[in-house]
């Protein structure tokens, strides 16, 4: 069984940075990981995922070229650096991870395609 314990959210000012963290317990190196975000309100939004061997990672168009998606599989851990947030990046954040070490794009935008979802971290950017 894996868990996912995300960490490193926060309240920052619109142009700020963040860099929320996923930490998973069991060996995750052969998994892909990925974050979504929901804010309030509105349906739950694919943001990041990367592969197992950090081979391809993949983005949101609406965070390409702000947000970078990492792992560090010595530690088990996933990173979400965000810059030059906006006030519309205010969600929770939830870490993702699936047995499958390979998706296309349509199955890493897809939330029934991870097996395991962490509880989330807020991130409030205000304006």
């Known amino acids: 069984q894996v868990q996912l314990v995300e960490s490193g959210g926060g309240l920052v000012q619109a142009g700020g940075s963040l860099r929320p963290s996923c930490a998973a317990s069991?060996?995750?190196?052969?998994?892909?990981m990925g974050w979504f975000r929901q804010a309030p309100g509105k349906e739950r939004e694919f943001v990041a995922a990367i592969s197992r061997s950090s081979g391809s990672t993949y983005q949101a168009d609406s965070v390409k070229g702000r947000f970078t998606i990492s792992r560090d599989n010595a530690k088990n851990t996933v990173y979400l650096q965000m810059n030059s947030l906006k006030p519309e990046d205010t969600a929770v954040y939830y870490c993702v991870a699936a047995r499958q070490g390979y998706g296309s794009s349509w199955q890493y935008e897809s939330p029934v395609w991870y097996d395991y979802w962490g509880q989330g971290t807020q991130v409030t950017v205000s304006s």
């Open positions: 069991g060996r995750t190196f052969s998994y892909a």
